[in-house]
């Protein structure tokens, strides 16, 4: 019997029809939202509309370079700047 599977029109990777109710696959890359899955079988098709969600990609972590100064006392209360990137929400 030949299975194929798409999500968002893409072809899955790595389809295992794993019995007659349940296939495993790794998803293809998509856009932001949601996205129909189809399975097409010597039976036909069915498609479950909005079946999968692809979710934005984490921000990557901060990375700092420096602080300056590098020193301060003990009691705390310096003023320090550091440098880096990645530190702005959504960057």
Known sequence: ??????IGGTA???LTVVSDTEITATT????VGTADVVVTTDGGT?????GFT????PAPAP???AIDPDTGAEA??????ITGTG?????
């Open 1 to 6: 019997m030949a299975v194929a599977v798409t």
């Open 12 to 14: 899955v990777t790595g």
């Open 28 to 31: 293809p890359a998509g856009t």
């Open 46 to 50: 069915d498609t479950l509309v909005d």
């Open 54 to 57: 692809y979710e934005p990609e």
């Open 63 to 65: 990375t700092i370079t």
């Open 76 to 81: 705390g209360g310096d003023s320090v700047t």
């Open 87 to 91: 530190f702005l929400e959504g960057n």
